[in-house]
């Protein structure tokens, strides 16, 4: 096993094209490190630049106690996982396990000894001598990860290993990845655009974004605490909603107005987020998550009430997702448009549908017992003790610990 440290490390293309910028980033020997964020945000490019297949531009790679930079892929002891499988059609599952090991001339009995372990390990004995064409999806992946296994390296690296498989087997396999590290031990750095697969994979999750790494920590401290509006839109699922509001003082405390709609802003909150106060009388966006309103009629607490009228409701069995219009206007930041974009989807236009038309769209996560229906109003508690508050011109979060000089 081995700890991996990135210091400073660029990938810039075509002379002054960024792909990574300034990466500094340490993964602890034994950890599973998740690097996170949309399309083109560089975490790929990343990852191949610690396997070698990509050259360093500037900066410093060590592995262990040893700089990489320059050393071949085969000779930094790490085994990748791709997203393809790349399996070996006329082998079999045996052979594919065993075939890397055969190229490195390990003895016989020793590569017998590693494949049977791998085997048992990933559920592999029955297909032994099947070809990867008579394989499920997720079979062949976990033939993919067996022939990682067998090496026995210093780190695993993974390049979204689960974007070809179905909703069902991403559960089953993310579970045994789990499992798979819980007894391995082994250092890893796995690379997805999904946030769900972040959250539950990852010791810790880097956040990147155009190159550049936004956040690393905890997937709870992440959902809890973002550092920026772009960190708390990405994580979290549905998403953070976002308003621009008027923080005004009232005794002790304040009041958040946006829209039709007033919130009380108790003096814990104020003073728990340092800098918070500096805003009294000034505009600021507002952050909501959907899991912090619930149905009043259901609650029973004396959290502060807002009313609105569900647009669409989606029955979810475990909750119900109420999407509501802020009559306010989208939120216009960098960061927000950021978002918007990454949620049309590489091939979608510049910004999400704007269903709400000049409004803003809302989601709360009820309790499946609700009986909100579409077109009806409800009344929507807000825990305002877990509200999220950014610059309007930075989008930075205030009185988060890294912000505050």
Known sequence: ???????????????DVKAV??????IEDGEFMVLVGPSGCGKSTALRMIAGLEEISA????????????????????AMVFQNYALYPHMTVEQNLAFGLKLRKVAKPEIARRVKEAAEMLGLEPYLKRKPGALSGGQRQR???????????????????????????????RASLNQLHERLGVTTIYVTHDQIEAMTLGDRVAVLRDGRLQQVDTPKRLFDSPVNLFVAGFIGS???????????????????????????VPASVLDARPGLRDYLGRS???????????????DGNDDPR????????????????????????????????????DAAGEEGED???????????????????SSVRPGHPISLSVDVSQLHFFDQESGLAIGHPDNVK
Request: glycine fraction near 8%.
């Open 1 to 15: 096993m081995a700890e991996i440290v990135l210091e400073g490390v660029d990938k810039i293309y075509g002379g």
């Open 21 to 26: 910028d300034n990466l500094n980033l340490k």
């Open 59 to 78: 900066g410093t790679l060590v592995i262990g106690d040893e700089i990489v930079n320059d050393r071949p892929p085969k000779d930094r002891d790490i």
């Open 143 to 173: 033939v993919a990860m067996g022939r990682a296994i067998v090496r026995e390296p210093r780190a695993f690296l993974m390049d979204e290993p689960l974007s070809n498989l179905d909703a069902k087997l991403r559960v089953q396999m």
């Open 238 to 264: 549905p998403a953070m909603n976002f308003v621009d509001a008027e923080l005004v003082s009232e005794g002790d405390g304040g009041v958040l107005t946006f829209a039709e709609h007033k919130l009380p």
């Open 284 to 298: 600021l966006i507002l952050g909501i998550r959907p899991s912090d309103f619930s149905d009043a009629e259901l």
């Open 306 to 341: 807002i009313q609105v009228t569900a647009g669409v409701t989606e029955e979810l069995g475990t909750e119900i997702n109420v999407i509501f219009g802020v009559d306010a206007p989208p939120v216009r930041h960098e960061d927000a448009a950021a978002l918007a974009k």
């Open 351 to 369: 910004e999400a549908l704007p269903l709400g038309g000049s409004s803003t769209l809302f989601t709360a996560r009820v309790s499946p017992r």
